[in-house]
């Protein structure tokens, strides 16, 4: 590694994620729907002329480490020029789900291209079987509208066709309309910061420090990995059922540590399944990088050298590395956060004082649509639930947070009620859920959504079946219910279920608590 300024060195890092979070700013105050300006679903990064990521926003861990090889498959399958924006959302192509749609735009100075700008944001819908895009499908074509990488403005020039063909394949293509375009703005403002710095510091520089950023992540994770000590460890958890057939799906992992690097064998794990928690190598990654990337006390960016001391062997054809056309709309939700379980299982092993016992491991993830007669047109949302966090060795687990793999805010319920013909009966913390230990897990939440018309709803969620695990002797968090209520009768629902209600239903979620951290004493 080049020697350089530190001084210098933490100026540009914090320019840099200045940038991303400002694209992230403007995201979000100028898109449409709840799900983008309210939960914040969305994630802004900056990377060199390779794809390689050397700043990101604190956004989306699941987005985050995808996005690189979504650029870096642009750049391999088309010519780039000034003016351009890519968009794709295409998981077999760096995507991690269909209702993610990322925009990437390219920065060139003197006529070479130097950076790109990029931004991802989960669509409330993009078509497929059912409203919101998360079915319970076998196959991706049931999902949504795939786009590979494509030029939505070209040297400057909005292709209006290609605007009018996905809009034309969803159920609400003005909030559609309205986010695209409010990514693109973002995108805007990041080139125009960019070329500012760029314009003060001079291009060479701003090059090399890109660069160092990233060596400098590189060499600070080496070094937290020279504090394991080596040798394997192993450790696996199952997943509920794929939404299609009732089996569990095992996710293991076998974990090397060899001095300051690491090897994350997913060998074990089950083959790919018929339902829709498939998972992409893209989002297999992002859960491996964010798992490292935590256990980094310092205050490092998210960028490609943490890519460089780990080795991930995800054999083709699993559930953790799918071939299309597998359905993954669950596997960037919800099989992103039982890898980071059961890889934080194995570094319990390695270092049991620094990792906490499991959190709730889903997303909670509830999609709707249908048409409001009040608004004389169609509605879909969607939108994720927290639950409690895991208690670790020096304090207790938090309450209905959002945890790991989703850092999306709640929705309040003001702006659910306005936007959407549903009324929230409640919505409040799921008492003494949390496991019990020297520190307790935190508790889940419960949300109870009542319907005013018909509507379909799709639930993908997990820990309905195993509940999140403890550490040191502290108990599991209790498990998540799913519960449909229609005439005071209740029906208990699946973790994955499809449901039409009735004007009148109650959909009751329960979300799983925290794993408890040691024995009581």
């Known amino acids: 590694m080049d020697k350089f300024d530190p001084i210098e060195l933490e100026l540009f890092k914090n320019i840099f994620i200045s940038i991303s979070e400002e694209m992230g700013a403007v995201l979000g105050r100028t898109a449409l729907s709840p799900n983008i300006k309210e939960r914040k679903d969305f994630s802004c990064s900056l990377f060199n002329h390779k794809g390689e990521t050397f700043a990101q926003g604190s956004h989306i861990p699941v987005h985050l480490g995808a996005m690189s090889l979504s650029v870096q498959a642009s750049v391999q399958s088309l010519d780039f020029h000034e003016g351009d924006l890519v968009i794709l959302n295409d998981p ?16 060139f100075v003197g006529g070479k291209l130097s950076f790109f700008v990029a931004n991802r944001a989960h669509h409330s819908d993009i078509g497929g079987m059912t409203p919101g895009s998360m079915p319970l499908a076998s196959e991706i074509y049931q999902e949504g509208l795939i786009i590979p990488p494509l030029k939505l403005i070209e040297k400057g020039k909005l292709k209006s066709d290609l605007l009018h063909l996905i809009l034309a394949n969803v159920r609400t293509p003005e909030e559609r309309e309205g986010d695209l375009l409010a990514q693109v703005a973002a995108n805007n403002k990041g080139l125009q910061r960019l070329k500012e710095v760029i314009q003060k510091h001079g291009l060479r520089k701003v090059l090399r420090y890109g660069s160092y950023i ?30 299609i057939r009732p089996n569990p799906v095992k996710i293991s992992i076998l974990l090397t540590i060899a001095k300051d690097e690491a090897i994350v064998d997913f060998g074990g794990s089950s083959p790919q399944v018929e339902g829709g928690i498939n998972a992409n190598l893209a989002v ?11 256990l980094i006390e310092e205050d490092i960016p998210f960028n490609t050298g943490l890519f460089r001391p780990l080795t991930i062997k995800a054999p083709q054809g699993s559930v953790v590395n799918a071939n299309s056309p597998a359905a993954t709309a669950g596997g960037n939700v919800e099989t992103s956060q039982r890898i980071v379980d059961v890889l934080l299982g194995c570094l319990a092993q390695a270092v049991p004082e620094r990792i906490p016992a499991a959190s709730s491991g889903t997303m909670n993830n509830v999609a709707f649509g249908g048409f409001d007669p009040q608004r004389n047109e169609p509605f879909a949302y969607y939108e994720t639930i927290g639950g409690g966090m895991g208690a670790s060795a020096t304090t207790p687990g938090l309450d209905g ?50 319907f005013t018309v018909p509507t ?62 040691g024995q009581n004493t």
């Open 456 to 517: 379909q709803i799709t639930i993908m969620s997990e820990r309905r079946r195993f509940s999140p695990y403890g550490l040191q002797g502290g108990s599991q968090g209790k498990k998540g219910k799913n519960i449909l209520i229609r005439r005071k009768t209740k029906t208990r629902l699946k973790s994955k279920a499809n449901i039409k209600a009735k004007p009148g239903d109650i959909l009751l979620i329960e979300t799983p608590g925290g794993g408890g951290y």
């Open 92 to 107: 077999y192509r760096g995507g991690t789900h269909l209702p993610d749609i990322t925009c990437i735009s390219p920065l």
């Open 401 to 450: 947070v959002h945890t790991h793999m989703t850092n999306s805010l709640n929705t309040p319920l003001e702006a659910l009620e306005n936007y959407l013909p549903i009324l929230i009966r409640r919505y409040a913390f799921r008492q003494r859920s949390g496991g019990q230990g020297r520190h307790r897990g935190g508790d889940g939440i419960i949300r109870e959504y009542e």
């Open 214 to 243: 990233q060596d400098y992540t590189e060499k600070i994770l080496r070094d937290t990995l020279e504090q394991i000590p080596d040798g394997s460890y192993m450790f696996e958890d199952f997943m509920d059922d794929d939404g």
């Open 284 to 294: 297999t990654t992002s859960a491996v990088l964010y798992v490292f990337r935590s």
